[in-house]
């Protein structure tokens, strides 16, 4: 049922809408998924960082990325190589050095951004659907205004691609298993996110006004570019692999089950 509604300066009235949206389709179910994924894959990421434990496989030198670098004195071994100027603390990540970076990358990212926006803000939960909140002040106020750092975010997330994948490297001394695809196939992914990032796209070809005049630069810029249309789903792949090769490592390290061994 709709009702007329007037206007100040006695124009064409609209209709008054008691319907909080005229959608009919279950607008509600992604958000709704976003939120149980981000959710259950927070909770199982922050049990991991503080548990200290099964993070290193010694063996064949797998470090899960969740501990990576490692830089207290947990840390021993293969698993210390940039040293331990860190003491060992229930609430200080072993990798307390690069955590903070990845998750103000992440927190920042123009899709997770939008994805907690709608499921855990409601800001608005979806197109066409009334926003959660009364007022709306934009990104322009304490701590939504920080979401603007993550233009160098981004050079941190690349530093420590660099030093995920030499820890692939490392691992390869002692032939190839199972642990070392899932390590590979991480990297990849993670240097496929972090180069998708549209920080990276602007940084690439944002400011040039000729491409001719800079071709390795446009075909730079054209190969994000292609990355980019990409980025949601690699947000969530990241995810996946990165959860995946955090579990192996750890069903290793607690002898839950053993490695498959491919060339030793």
Request: with cysteine; charged share 15%; net charge positive.
């Amino acid at each position: 049922m709709t009702t007329t509604a007037t206007t100040p300066g006695g124009g064409k009235a609209r209709a008054a809408i008691a319907a909080r949206t005229l959608r009919t389709d279950r607008w509600w179910l992604a958000p709704l998924v976003t939120f149980i994924g981000l959710g259950a894959w927070v909770t199982y990421a922050t049990v991991r960082v503080f548990m200290h434990d099964w993070f290193f496989v010694p063996e064949y030198h797998y470090l899960t990325p969740f501990y990576s670098p490692c830089i207290t004195d947990l840390c021993t071994g293969e698993a210390a190589m940039f040293g331990t100027p860190l003491p060992s603390f229930f609430l200080l990540p072993e990798a307390a050095f690069t955590l903070p970076f990845l998750l103000l990358f992440r927190l920042t990212c123009y899709y997770y951004r939008k994805a907690y926006y709608r499921a855990f803000w409601l800001s608005p939960p979806a197109c066409a659907v009334p926003d959660g909140h009364k007022s709306y002040s934009g990104e322009t106020r304490f701590p939504l205004i920080f979401q603007n750092a993550h233009r160098y975010a981004f050079y941190a997330a690349v530093i420590i691609s660099v030093i995920n994948t030499w820890d692939a490297v490392v691992a390869q001394k002692t032939g190839l298993g199972l642990g070392n695809i899932i390590l590979w196939v991480n990297v990849i992914m993670l240097w496929a996110y972090t180069l998708s990032c549209h920080s990276c796209r602007h940084i690439a070809g944002g400011r040039l006004k000729h491409f001719s005049k800079h071709p390795v630069r446009y075909r730079f810029w054209t190969f994000v570019s292609k990355l980019n249309t990409r980025h949601m789903q690699l947000a969530w792949i990241t995810l996946g692999t990165l959860a995946l090769t955090d579990f192996y490592i750890m069903g290793l390290a607690a002898d839950w089950f053993n490695d498959l061994r491919i060339i030793n």
